[in-house]
């Protein structure tokens, strides 16, 4: 059964930051782009950042440009989100999606994704 599972979210002042990790489990994605999403109350689902599968191509979001910060371990069958500089318009519940084909291109759009975690709630107060 293949598994996504979100950790490191929390409650956090405004201008702190949190690192969320998504650990993977029941294939590997080492060739899967890999994407972080969020939804904060009352809105739909949207695109915070996504990285290929190399590693070599990272898209953002406008509104974490320069704050966030996406990596990957493929070793590890990990995706991170470091996320500087909070605010509270970040408070949402974050979630993390994978690609279900090898190799395919890093996109922005939640319906490119096929996996996806249950998320983690992220709370800044201000």
């Known amino acids: 059964q293949v598994q996504l599972v979100e950790s490191g979210g929390g409650l956090v002042q405004a201008g702190g930051s949190l690192r969320l990790s998504c650990a993977a489990s029941?294939?590997?994605?080492?060739?899967?782009?890999m994407g972080w999403f969020r939804q904060p109350p009352g809105k739909e689902r949207e695109f915070v950042a996504a990285?290929?599968?190399?590693?070599?191509?990272?898209l953002y979001a406008d509104s974490v440009k320069g704050r966030f910060t996406i990596s990957r371990d493929n070793a590890k069958n990990m995706v991170i989100l470091q996320m500087n500089s909070l605010k509270p318009e970040d408070t949402a519940v974050y979630y993390c999606a994978a690609k279900s084909l090898a190799l395919e291109a890093v996109t922005a759009r939640p319906n490119d994704y096929f996996y996806w975690g249950q998320g983690t709630q992220v709370t800044v107060s201000s």
């Open positions: 029941g294939r590997t994605f080492s060739s899967n782009a």
């Open positions: 990285i290929s599968w190399l590693g070599n191509r990272r």
